[in-house]
């Protein structure tokens, strides 16, 4: 069974510049989470998708961040603009819905910005 | 407002020695309770979970981990250490919602 997919793994933007990261979860599983993961510190909810639906985003600062996933399954983090603190890791999880509370977790990108 | 704490920035321990991860919960109904393990450039990996039930949980490569309700702990155990155990721990909390706390992680270090 193929695991959560990411891309990019690494990128490095100037400030100011959009930027977008996709993610694939594990097939079937409707539930998707997007976490930003701060150097040295656990990760953190930003969004969590039930299919197509964002029904928890109230973590995704939404004034430069946005997040899509429009046939439920694969989805995209945009931030626009980025900015020096955006630098971090994103890590996108998916899970199923029989067994809602056991996350996978793709292998993160990872995001600096200049 | 819940929250995870692992009081441990780090542990060392010797290869073939016992190891513990602390982990310590704020209380909020019933916690279902969580430890991943995350490699240098990897995501995380899941390691265990206690929903309800037993209190010893045991999980994937020989760990296992005790719930402790009266001292709201969660503390992850190896009998014996190798030096590929050494790796940054998470523990996480969640709820109903499958939204997912976790603490600031504990880096293990296992020398030979």
């Known amino acids: 069974e193929a695991g959560v997919v990411q891309s990019p793994r690494y990128k490095i933007i100037e400030k100011k510049q959009p930027v977008a990261f996709w993610c694939n979860p594990i097939?079937?599983?409707?539930?998707l989470y997007w976490y930003l993961q701060n150097l040295g510190q656990g990760p953190e909810l930003l969004i969590r998708?039930?299919?197509?639906?964002?029904?928890?985003d109230s973590q995704l600062p939404k004034d430069r961040f946005s997040a899509e996933r429009l046939k439920g399954v694969d989805s995209t983090l945009k931030i626009q603009p980025a900015e020096l603190g955006d630098s971090a890791v994103y890590l996108c999880?998916?899970?199923?819905?029989?067994?809602?509370?056991?996350?996978?977790f793709g292998p993160g990108t990872r995001l600096t910005v200049l | 407002a819940q929250s995870v704490a692992q009081p441990e920035d780090q542990v060392n321990v010797a290869e073939g020695n016992p190891l513990t991860v602390k982990c310590t919960y704020s209380?909020?109904?019933?916690?279902?309770l969580f430890w991943y393990v995350q490699y240098p450039n990897r995501g995380l990996q899941f390691l265990l979970k206690?929903?309800?039930?037993?209190?010893l949980v045991k999980g994937s490569y020989g760990f296992e981990a005790e719930f402790n309700k009266s001292q709201t702990s969660f503390h992850l155990k190896k009998p014996s250490a190798l030096v590929s155990d050494s790796a940054l721990y998470f523990c996480?909390?969640?709820?109903?919602?499958?939204?997912?706390?976790f603490g600031s992680g504990t880096r293990l270090l296992v020398r030979p």
């Open positions: 998708y039930e299919n197509e639906e964002a029904v928890d």
């Open positions: 999880a998916s899970s199923s819905y029989q067994v809602p509370n056991e996350q996978f």
């Open positions: 206690y929903i309800t039930g037993d209190n």
């Open positions: 097939s079937g599983h409707n539930t």
């Open positions: 996480a909390k969640g709820d109903s919602s499958y939204k997912l706390i």
């Open positions: 209380v909020s109904g019933n916690p279902y």
